[in-house]
């Protein structure tokens, strides 16, 4: 069972550190989704509109705007799941600290899901707020995709959370970037829609949580009828949830209590 | 030391801390204990002020409480000018005591500390090791690893000697020199040409035991002067001769051997 009090502390810890330097993440989180809707939405999505009229009934930017939104909290959590873990697990060993006090592992893991969450949270708000001014995500539904992007990030940063704990240092996480983070970014249909992908690379595109999170947040950006397979796409990201703290569980435990 | 801590699952025994069972009541005995582990583990770009803080909200201190707490900390390890800096910036023996700081912040009951001085120069030490003396007599237990037997013989007032995972010897430092050596040690060093003809038998007789090192003789014996004496009187002319009272670095010696444990 997941009790939050005895993890309040830890997410409390990485609030602290974060405030150090929040000044220019939020700066960073305001200015990425200015550049990319504007070079892509604006700048390409004006020769798309131009050769085409639309992708997938709407403009580019309406169509681009939700997918970037699930896919930069991909982005966030990949990189806030991998080389400040490896800090706590090793560089400052903040972690062996941690278990010093009555905190356990578990807690450490929730309250680093916690935390997580709170930042993607307020990633995509962010996010939100500069596509509302692009003219994007102003139906009835949108602002539900603010919490699901969250949860595609947690979806997928959870895991990686896992993965993390058994590496010894920081190689695996390029390795991770470059065959993962950036492909999912590119092919998991937020540029274009994935049918335009040969039939395998859709499949393997179905196997990522960023896939199942682009979708959904699209289909609440357009305000489109959710149906069934909108509750597939939820399911599969508490899915991808809820297995990736089972495995941090384990991965965590075994590096840690030795 | 990670198992009474209660973070390590015991391999086999049985063990108590507290009263309690570390496997049932491990959060409950943790909330209890101070930790100075080997490695810093200090948060590396927060200040020293927030290391503290963000600590002490594991133990569920409040804000006001926890404040109080770490101005006398920082008062105590001689840190309370540094409260803003950033931990990168402070010196090995500032970590070290900011560490300490930290392992205090619950009042606890025992204080385990493992190495706490390792790599620290003089001074720093000596200061460590002055309040791990009044912590001490405030009435807290410490539980201190070491490899400094002079560490061991300020500190502590029983200690356990451990060669490969298991106790050799225990007691008092007074206790373990009276039971393992002798009250006095006489070096001796020879000049090279007469060295080599030096076997222990050359020294039969002189004292209770006889080591040979390749670059000094160690007579082991109750008192030094008169042995000394002897030496003489045999026809050997040592080079040098020191008189010293034995150490617990005998005693550990001599129990775990001079070869490197590895």
């Known amino acids: 069972m997941i009790e939050l009090r005895p993890a309040l502390p830890v997410a409390a810890h990485n609030f602290v550190v974060f405030r150090r ?238 | 030391m990670r198992m009474i801590g209660c973070v390590s699952p015991i391999t086999s025994g049985h063990l108590r801390v507290l009263g309690m069972d570390p496997a049932v009541d491990g959060q409950r005995i943790r909330a209890r204990l101070g930790v100075v582990p080997q490695a810093d583990t200090l948060d590396t770009e927060l200040s020293v002020g927030d290391n503290l803080m963000v600590y002490a909200r594991y133990f569920d201190i409040p804000r006001r409480e926890a404040r109080r707490r770490i101005a006398e900390l920082l008062d105590f390890v001689q840190l309370g000018d540094r409260y803003g800096e950033v931990v990168d910036s402070l010196s090995g023996g500032m970590k070290r005591r900011l560490v300490i700081a930290r392992g205090l912040i619950n009042n606890p009951e025992i204080i385990l500390l493992d190495e706490p001085t390792t790599g620290l120069d003089p001074q720093a030490r000596h200061l460590l090791w002055d309040r791990l003396y009044r912590l001490k007599q405030r009435g807290t237990t410490l539980v201190l690893t070491t490899h400094y037997m002079d560490e061991a013989e300020q500190l502590c007032d029983r200690l356990v000697v451990m060669d490969h995972a298991r106790i050799v010897a225990a007691g008092t430092p007074a206790s373990l020199i009276a039971e393992y050596s002798t009250r006095e040690v006489v070096e001796l060093r020879f000049a090279d040409e007469q060295r080599d003809g030096l076997a222990p038998s050359s020294f039969a007789g002189l004292a209770a035991r006889v080591e040979m090192l390749p670059d000094r003789v160690l007579l082991y014996t109750d008192r030094g002067e008169p042995t000394v004496e002897a030496v003489h009187r045999h026809g050997l002319s040592p080079a040098s001769v020191l008189i010293r009272r034995s150490t617990l670095e005998d005693v550990f010696l001599r129990l775990t051997g001079r070869s490197l444990v590895e």
């Not at chain 1, 309250?111 to 990633?123: K, N, T």
Request: charged share 10%; net charge positive; with cysteine.
């Open chain 1, 21 to 258: 330097g929040w000044k220019s993440a939020a700066f960073l989180n305001v200015v990425q989704p200015l550049l990319v809707l504007s070079a892509m939405g604006i700048g390409v999505g004006g020769l798309v509109g131009r050769s085409r009229g639309s992708v997938d009934g709407v403009t580019y930017l309406q169509f681009l705007a939700p997918g970037l939104l699930a896919t930069t909290a991909m982005q966030t959590a990949a990189a806030d799941m991998t080389y400040p873990i490896m800090s706590r697990l090793i560089w400052n060993r903040t972690y062996e600290a941690m278990l010093n006090t009555p905190a356990r592992v578990r807690d450490l893991l929730t309250g680093e899901v916690v935390w997580l969450a709170a930042r993607l949270f307020a990633v995509s708000l962010l996010f939100y707020a500069v596509a509302l001014a692009f003219g994007a995500g102003r139906t009835a539904t949108a602002p539900l995709a603010i919490p699901v992007a969250t949860l595609t990030g947690l979806a997928f940063g959870v895991p990686v959370m896992a993965y993390s704990a058994t590496q010894r240092g920081d190689s695996g996480f390029n390795a991770l970037n470059r065959f993962v983070v950036i492909p999912l970014f590119l092919l998991s249909g937020s540029f274009f829609p994935i049918t335009q992908l040969p039939v395998f690379l859709q499949a393997l595109a179905w196997a990522f949580p960023t896939t199942h999170g682009v979708e959904l947040c699209r289909e609440l950006f357009l305000g489109r009828p959710l149906g069934i397979g909108a509750l597939g796409h939820l399911l599969v990201l508490l899915a991808f949830l809820v297995v990736g703290m089972q495995l941090a569980r384990v991965t965590m435990t075994r590096r840690l209590v030795v």
